[in-house]
């Protein structure tokens, strides 16, 4: 029986058990999802079933083309709120009034896996923000590192090819540890410094929550006097700069191929909302000028010690799609989308970006109309999306009145819809820079250095970083069957640093070749402890944002487990119990305490910081126990703050746990769970 009913606002047709009442994509109530139309019980199936064809049809187009790159990504809405007044600098409506809020959709992804592939290779993360300002979307499409690997966009397409899946076997699925990847790299000396970067702990971030976000290119302000200032845009994460360290983040992906996609969604929906300060660096042509290098080269960073980071605003995410597919998928970002105030340059990079996106999301979503979408409509001011003359096309959802579709017209003179009109004054204008020249197929000579900042990066690391670097070469260079790729890396990285050239020379059991012919001298530029990972100034000592897991089994001191609990809890951290077995685990007061997770469910390769407390029947048995061991061996070997109580020691003593200052009693392991201890490393791993 069906029944009318109103929700919200909407009517539906309701069943007697108050579901709404299914029907087919053209509303006719469907009376059996359970069977298909049959000509007697046992019979064949009739063509005359809609209900099926329809349900089949639909599934079978389910899927639509994955992005070339950056295929495996995860998305939030949230907003951009503006704390200090950019209106000398710009006349872009986002950054005008302190406090206004603009809405947006950003979306984290890696580069060279496809959409089903594990959250965690080494890889750059994608950062792409759709701002829906007043004055239509803006998308600012950036990385998790200031700059890229080429410097032309014309390469692009073979980079990408190099990255990927070779070829002839399909594999390696999302990693760069393979020969046709480094047989580029080497070739293409101008990739060297992004080499450094993907080869440190930036491209292995603990979460989206903690990484940087940068939009690399530099692009142009411009105010209402039309004067224009050079910016380059950045995110700093609020919960600190986080990444994971080799073996923790492979361990990661075997346990949870979702692993960042999960914590986003996850931490919005426990209102530990991921944030960001935005920051420009803003300067003029002459500091462009003065600068040994090119503002236009994308593989170049102008340090924060040269032009410092300005505090401008806050990026919030608060909420999460509704559903994955027509949110987060159907998301389409294109750099060539600018709202007035904001301006290319003629970075070769940037130029070629502005082609390849808009006609990227023609072929993914099937039509030029993909701007209809709801995640991808302008929301505009007064809630008036957008107007304009264009008309039709595949999947036109829009209903335009009138029969203007055209301009000039003059039909507003007869009393009908003339349609909208330009506005010479206040619409988007390009800086009317001017150039001349002669047509060419050449770089300019202020982008021949590509060593000068590659060694700038491994000069400002700190040691323990850079140990992660050259283990990182050894790593992926082992990969490499090609002896003369290996030869040619090691030659080019001469010129980055002699010292680690010898340092990954060694780990290869090689001997150094020749260093390769330089097309620039290379100068040695002051460091930029900014862009230090490890003890650098984004380096935060706190348990805000972080997990913490507290291992328990039956017969654990209840008292010391609430209080360690509460604590952590008010400290700011997601608490997790892990015991042997999930649900109820009794407590040595006779209570139960339900587990949220289960030991061999959640290895500690997936926790900020951990602590241990056992009564010690439970801990003789768990000294048995392979992945007991394992879990603390992993948390001592990925130098975090292990707590524990007297029973637990046994335990630790078998996973080879050497006392250090981040190894507690309990009473002190809140303050120790807020960081990691890069001094241990020398004691638990050998690095290049
Ligand atoms: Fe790109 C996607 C970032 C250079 C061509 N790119 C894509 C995404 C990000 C970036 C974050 C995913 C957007 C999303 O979540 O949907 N890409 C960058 C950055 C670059 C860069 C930071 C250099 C500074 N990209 C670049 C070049 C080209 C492309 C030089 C081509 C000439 N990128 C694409 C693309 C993608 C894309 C093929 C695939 C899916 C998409 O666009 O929407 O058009």
Redesign the pocket.
């Known amino acids: 029986m069906e029944k009318l009913e109103s929700k919200g606002g909407e009517t539906h047709q309701v069943t007697d058990e108050d579901h709404p009442v299914l029907t087919t994509n053209h509303g006719v109530p469907v009376s059996d999802n359970q069977n298909q139309l049959k000509v007697g019980l046992r019979g064949p199936t009739l063509r005359e079933d809609e209900v099926f064809r329809e349900k089949i049809n639909h599934f079978d187009h389910e899927r639509i083309p994955e ?4 295929a495996r ?1 995860s998305g939030a809405h949230g907003y951009f709120e503006c704390t200090e007044s950019l209106e000398d600098v710009t006349r872009a409506d986002l950054f005008q009034h302190v406090g206004r809020r603009t809405e947006v959709f950003v ?1 984290f ?1 890696t580069v060279t896996g496809g959409a089903g592939s594990a959250d965690t290779p080494r890889d750059v993360r ?3 923000i759709k701002f829906y300002t007043r004055e239509g979307n803006w998308d600012l ?3 998790n590192i200031p700059i ?1 690997f ?1 410097q032309d ?1 014309i390469k ?1 397409p073979d980079l990408i090819h190099a990255a990927k899946m070779e070829a002839d076997r399909g594999y390696p699925q999302a990693a760069t540890a393979h020969d046709t990847f480094w047989d580029f790299m080497s070739l293409m000396p101008e990739t060297t410094h992004m080499a450094m970067w993907i080869m440190s702990d930036r491209t292995l971030p603990r979460s989206f929550a903690t990484m940087q976000g940068f939009g ?2 530099t692009f142009r302000f411009i105010n209402r006097a039309g004067r224009p200032t050079f910016v380059k845009f950045h995110l700093k994460p609020k919960a600190g700069l986080v990444s994971t360290i080799w073996d923790e983040t492979v361990k990661i992906a075997g346990a949870d191929p979702d692993y960042q996609r999960r914590d986003l969604f996850e931490r919005i929906g426990r209102g530990d909302h991921p944030e960001w300060e935005v920051g420009v660096q803003l300067f003029d042509e002459s500091l462009a000028d003065s600068l040994p290098y090119d503002v236009l080269d ?1 593989t170049k960073i102008i340090p924060e010690e040269v032009v410092a980071v300005r505090t401008i605003g806050r990026l919030v995410l608060d909420r999460r799609p509704d559903n994955f597919f027509a949110e987060t998928e159907q ?3 294109c750099p060539s989308h600018l709202v007035p105030g904001i301006d290319h340059t003629n970075d070769p ?2 130029q ?2 502005l ?3 808009q ?3 023609i072929k ?1 979503l099937g039509s030029t109309n993909w701007h209809q979408i709801p995640v991808n409509r302008a929301k505009g001011r007064e809630g008036c999306p957008f107007l304009n003359m264009q008309r039709d096309g595949h999947m036109q959802m829009d209903v335009p009145k009138g029969r203007a579709n055209y301009e000039p017209n003059s039909l507003h003179l007869a009393g009908e819809i003339g349609g909208p009109r330009e506005t010479p004054e206040s619409g988007f204008r390009t800086y009317p820079a001017a150039e001349e020249g002669e047509k060419v197929r050449r770089r300019a000579a202020s982008f021949a250095d590509h060593y000068t900042q590659a060694r700038l990066f491994w000069r400002s690391m700190d040691p323990a970083e850079q140990a992660h670097i050259a283990s990182a070469f050894v790593f992926e260079l082992s990969k490499v069957s090609l002896m003369h790729v290996r030869l040619r890396m090691l030659a080019n990285l001469r010129n980055v640093d002699e010292e680690l050239a010898a340092r990954i020379a060694a780990g290869l059991t090689m001997e150094l070749p020749e260093a390769s012919a330089t097309a620039a001298p290379v100068i040695d530029m002051p460091v930029s402890p900014a862009l230090r990972t490890v003890r650098g100034p984004l380096e935060r000592e706190t348990l805000l944002g972080r997990t913490v897991g507290i291992l328990i089994a039956d017969g654990s001191d209840a008292d010391a487990l609430r209080e360690l609990r509460a604590d952590l809890g008010k400290a700011g951290a997601h608490v997790l119990v892990v015991a042997p077995r999930i649900g109820a685990m009794s407590l040595s007061d006779g209570s139960t305490l339900e587990a949220d997770a289960q030991l061999f469910g959640q290895p500690s390769a997936t926790l900020d910081a951990v602590a241990i407390i056992l009564s010690d029947p439970a801990c003789a048995k768990l000294i048995r126990e392979v992945a007991a061991v394992q879990w603390v061996m992993d948390a001592f070997g990925h130098l975090k703050a292990i707590g524990h109580d007297a029973g637990a020691k046994p335990l630790l003593d078998r996973a080879g746990v050497e006392p250090d200052e981040g190894v507690t009693g309990l009473a002190d392991f809140v303050e120790a769970a807020k960081r990691r201890y890069w001094d241990r490393e020398q004691k638990v791993r050998t690095l290049a």
């Open positions: 992005r070339i790159v950056h990504g979306r992804s994608g950062f792409a499409v950036g990385n890229f080429i966009a692009f690399i290119h994308a998301a389409a970002f990079l940037l070629g970006r082609f390849s996106y006609d990227t999301q993914r």
